[in-house]
């Protein structure tokens, strides 16, 4: 079992920043891929953001979100962060960390383990 932990949600002005947190616990993530998904209204689809590789960092990004958004993690701290620069008001959603061994990154229904979400608010 691996657990997942979201943090650093907030309110924000277009154009500010935000750093989104997921603590892992569990499972070693050796083999894994780690993902960032949002859902930007009740009752929608999960929205792909931005993925990475747990051991060898190879990362991939939503278009929308590429060149604004950067995702890492930190093996000894067990966490994976998604460092978000000039945000627009389209980038409100609920944020959720993931965590999947095998598929299509940008798939959401590969991943096994969901965080229960971080709220980012952007005001215009």
């Known amino acids: 079992q691996v657990q997942l932990v979201e943090s650093g949600g907030g309110l924000v002005h277009a154009g500010g920043s935000l750093r989104l947190s997921c603590a892992v616990s569990g499972h070693s993530l050796g083999a894994y891929f780690m993902g960032w998904f949002r859902r930007q209204a009740p009752g929608t689809d999960r929205e792909f953001v931005a993925?990475?590789?747990?051991?060898?960092?190879?990362?991939e990004y939503a278009d929308s979100v590429r060149g604004r958004f950067t995702i890492s993690r930190d093996v000894g701290g067990n966490a994976m962060y998604l460092q978000m620069n000039h945000l627009k008001p389209e980038d409100t959603a609920m944020y959720y960390c993931?965590?999947?061994?095998?598929?299509?990154?940008?798939?959401?229904?590969?991943?096994?383990?969901w965080g229960q979400g971080a709220q980012v608010i952007v005001s215009s």
């Open positions: 993925a990475i590789h747990w051991s060898s960092e190879i990362t």
């Open positions: 993931s965590a999947a061994q095998a598929g299509t990154w940008r798939q959401s229904s590969v991943y096994e383990y």
